[in-house]
């Protein structure tokens, strides 16, 4: 990523030369400017895992992919409980832009997020997990792999990065211990019988798109026995006027508020063979080299290391992907611009009594987005604009659909509501001495319920997030600027059965930073994280940081209440 928002080069982190080896990893300490989350670990069985390496202390200071090769572990070919992805990241000190990592296997990603800038002085690292159980099907057999981060060294950014990874395997325990924990999620017991990717190629890579109508697709023939699937998503946001989407204002009004252009409101529109599937809004992602670098020292913006992708439930339309037929899904991005790189995993469930189902879609009222833009501004005898641009979508819809099993006929409803809202006050001067100003409010609401009767376990899954975001920037004629910032991730799930709750979950991620750049002065980071679920399994954390170093860790304080 080489655009900014505001940002021009501080003399502050000019480069020296950088020792060409990985940055150590770290506990967090008190003082300690190294890179810092409160992210949990993925949590795992209390069993030995067996790991397999996929790659060790490679280097990235180029654009060029670096191959690897995948087995399954021979200790222990399956099944598994749990599989998780571990990842260490580092990158030498001096200067570099943040960067865009992927890791591909056999074609699917496995892992999307960026990197940590460095400074000057101070080298960074970093870990990650993601939860790999329900790609299990990709990683029964060898395949490609690869991994992509692409880095410039020259004399002017010199900082390479580094990077290993390997992943865990846990053996499956007995059935007693198991059927104890399988209330933990919404799905069955099994995991999808076909992970198939939506990539760039045949080893993966991300496709870029740049206008509404560009597309990532891919056509697929299923087998005839579909019982349920669902589209694992993610959409990085890009490029001189999609990277800040949510400081954006219509295309007329982009000069005169010194902003960027195709409103504040975007939002990823998923179909099959041309006709609405599915709906995904667009978290705003926040990375390290993002509005101003100090802000994410040493703590980075919520999930700017390790994305989260968003799922999308296809299930209504198994009977249509059963039918032997050809079918093309595609997802493009409602009004970007320059550009969303883009990935997308289908996980395919399989009604292994049957060798064909057949069914329907009942219901589909997902339709086009419709926002809704308000202006109200003036500019006085200066030339100052000063007022507000707001943006709203609201949209509730419902697709359903069924599949005659081998186990009856299963109805599958889906009912989503996702509220956006954006408003923006703008003071936007001509000339000196008047400072310039924009203070963002944004929320995205969502709430999805999924309603499956019949089969072997009728049951209605409910889901409900939130993702706040708050930026307020003043920017003097003088080059320097001071923000403050929000960010959140809220989610809560439910499974029921009978309308008895048999499972819930909440996790709460937050981050709130401040500085003024480019003297650091006031600089201040904190972030809190929550989950909890109803087997009794709970995690707290929360890390402050006051002038780019880490200055407090409080673990189970929400725990303990």
């Given at each position: 990523?080489?655009?900014?928002?505001?940002?021009?080069?501080?003399?502050?982190?000019?480069?020296?030369?950088?020792?060409?080896?990985?940055?150590?990893?770290?506990?967090?300490?008190?003082?300690?400017?190294?890179?810092a989350?409160?992210?949990?670990?993925?949590?795992?069985?209390?069993?030995?895992p067996?790991?397999?390496?996929?790659?060790?202390?490679?280097?990235?200071?180029?654009?060029?992919?670096?191959?690897?090769?995948?087995?399954?572990p021979?200790?222990?070919?399956?099944?598994?409980?749990?599989?998780?992805?571990?990842?260490?990241?580092?990158?030498?000190?001096?200067?570099?832009?943040?960067?865009?990592?992927?890791?591909?296997?056999?074609?699917?990603?496995?892992?999307?997020?960026?990197?940590?800038?460095?400074?000057?002085?101070?080298?960074?690292?970093?870990?990650i997990?993601?939860?790999?159980?329900?790609?299990?099907?990709?990683?029964?057999?060898?395949?490609?792999?690869?991994?992509?981060?692409?880095?410039?060294?020259?004399?002017r950014?010199?900082?390479?990065?580094?990077?290993?990874?390997?992943?865990?395997?846990?053996?499956a325990?007995?059935?007693?211990?198991?059927?104890?924990?399988?209330h933990?999620?919404?799905?069955?017991?099994?995991?999808?019988?076909?992970?198939?990717?939506?990539?760039?190629?045949p080893?993966?890579?991300?496709?870029?798109?740049?206008?509404?109508?560009?597309?990532?697709?891919?056509?697929?023939?299923?087998p005839t026995?579909?019982e349920?699937?669902?589209?694992?998503?993610?959409?990085?946001?890009?490029?001189?006027?999609?990277?800040?989407?949510?400081?954006?204002?219509?295309?007329?009004?982009?000069?005169?508020?010194?902003?960027?252009?195709?409103?504040?409101?975007?939002?990823?529109?998923?179909?099959?063979?041309?006709?609405?599937a599915?709906?995904?809004?667009?978290?705003?992602?926040?990375?390290?080299?993002?509005?101003?670098?100090?802000?994410?020292?040493?703590?980075?913006?919520?999930?700017?290391?390790?994305?989260?992708?968003?799922?999308?439930?296809?299930?209504?339309?198994?009977?249509?992907?059963s039918n032997?037929?050809?079918?093309?899904?595609?997802?493009?991005?409602?009004?970007?611009?320059?550009?969303?790189?883009?990935?997308?995993?289908?996980?395919?469930?399989?009604?292994?009594?049957?060798?064909?189902?057949?069914?329907?879609?009942?219901?589909?009222?997902?339709?086009?987005?419709?926002?809704?833009?308000?202006?109200?501004?003036?500019?006085?005898?200066?030339?100052t604009?000063?007022?507000t641009?707001?943006?709203?979508?609201?949209?509730?819809?419902?697709?359903?659909?069924?599949?005659?099993t081998?186990?009856?006929?299963?109805?599958?409803?889906?009912v989503?509501?996702?509220?956006?809202?954006?408003?923006?006050?703008?003071?936007?001067?001509?000339?000196?001495?008047?400072?310039f100003?924009?203070?963002?409010?944004?929320?995205?609401?969502?709430?999805?319920?999924?309603?499956?009767?019949?089969?072997?376990r009728?049951?209605?899954?409910?889901?409900?997030?939130?993702?706040?975001?708050?930026?307020?920037?003043?920017?003097?004629?003088?080059?320097?600027?001071?923000?403050?910032?929000?960010?959140?991730?809220?989610?809560?799930?439910?499974?029921?059965?009978?309308?008895?709750?048999?499972?819930?979950?909440?996790?709460?991620?937050?981050?709130?930073?401040?500085d003024?750049?480019?003297?650091?002065q006031?600089?201040?980071n904190?972030?809190?994280?929550?989950?909890?679920?109803?087997?009794?399994?709970?995690y707290?954390?929360?890390?402050?940081?006051?002038?780019?170093?880490l200055?407090g860790?409080?673990?189970g304080?929400?725990?303990?209440?």
């Amino acid at each position: 990523m080489s655009v900014r928002f505001y940002v021009a080069a501080s003399a502050s982190i000019l480069a020296s030369a950088a020792a060409a080896q990985p940055v150590p990893q770290t506990p967090l300490t008190i003082g300690s400017a190294n890179t810092a989350t409160a992210d949990p670990p993925v949590p795992r069985p209390p069993t030995a895992p067996c790991r397999v390496q996929l790659f060790t202390d490679v280097r990235f200071a180029d654009f060029s992919s670096k191959p690897f090769s995948y087995a399954p572990p021979a200790a222990c070919a399956g099944p598994w409980e749990k599989v998780v992805l571990e990842a260490d990241f580092s990158v030498e000190a001096g200067r570099q832009f943040d960067r865009t990592a992927n890791l591909w296997i056999g074609g699917v990603n496995v892992y999307f997020g960026t990197t940590a800038e460095p400074s000057r002085t101070v080298g960074r690292s970093w870990h990650i997990e993601r939860d790999l159980t329900d790609y299990t099907a990709l990683l029964l057999s060898p395949a490609a792999g690869k991994a992509e981060l692409g880095n410039l060294i020259n004399s002017r950014f010199t900082s390479a990065l580094w990077g290993s990874a390997d992943i865990a395997f846990y053996p499956a325990r007995g059935d007693d211990e198991r059927d104890s924990r399988r209330h933990s999620r919404d799905e069955s017991p099994s995991t999808a019988d076909l992970v198939l990717p939506l990539s760039a190629g045949p080893t993966g890579g991300t496709v870029a798109l740049f206008d509404p109508k560009a597309a990532l697709a891919a056509t697929f023939t299923l087998p005839t026995n579909v019982e349920k699937a669902w589209l694992d998503v993610v959409l990085q946001h890009q490029g001189a006027n999609d990277e800040f989407w949510y400081t954006c204002v219509p295309d007329n009004l982009g000069v005169q508020l010194q902003s960027c252009i195709g409103t504040a409101f975007r939002e990823g529109e998923v179909s099959i063979d041309g006709q609405p599937a599915g709906v995904v809004p667009i978290y705003p992602w926040l990375f390290t080299g993002g509005i101003d670098p100090l802000l994410w020292r040493p703590i980075p913006g919520v999930q700017a290391l390790n994305f989260v992708p968003y799922r999308v439930d296809l299930t209504p339309f198994a009977g249509v992907l059963s039918n032997g037929q050809p079918h093309r899904i595609a997802i493009n991005v409602f009004n970007d611009s320059q550009f969303f790189s883009t990935t997308a995993t289908l996980l395919v469930f399989l009604d292994h009594g049957s060798r064909k189902v057949t069914g329907e879609v009942t219901a589909n009222t997902i339709g086009t987005p419709s926002p809704v833009l308000q202006t109200h501004l003036s500019t006085d005898a200066q030339g100052t604009v000063t007022g507000t641009v707001a943006i709203a979508s609201s949209r509730q819809f419902v697709v359903a659909g069924f599949v005659k099993t081998s186990h009856g006929k299963v109805r599958t409803e889906v009912v989503q509501k996702i509220d956006f809202s954006n408003s923006q006050q703008f003071v936007s001067p001509t000339s000196a001495p008047v400072p310039f100003v924009q203070s963002i409010i944004q929320r995205t609401d969502i709430s999805s319920t999924t309603t499956v009767r019949g089969g072997e376990r009728p049951r209605e899954v409910t889901t409900r997030m939130s993702w706040p975001l708050e930026v307020d920037l003043t920017a003097p004629p003088d080059g320097t600027f001071q923000t403050t910032l929000h960010q959140g991730y809220e989610r809560s799930d439910t499974v029921s059965h009978d309308g008895e709750i048999e499972f819930g979950s909440v996790v709460s991620s937050s981050v709130a930073p401040t500085d003024n750049f480019p003297s650091g002065q006031g600089q201040a980071n904190s972030q809190h994280y929550f989950s909890a679920d109803s087997t009794g399994a709970c995690y707290s954390r929360s890390i402050t940081a006051v002038g780019g170093v880490l200055t407090g860790i409080v673990d189970g304080a929400d725990c303990d209440r």
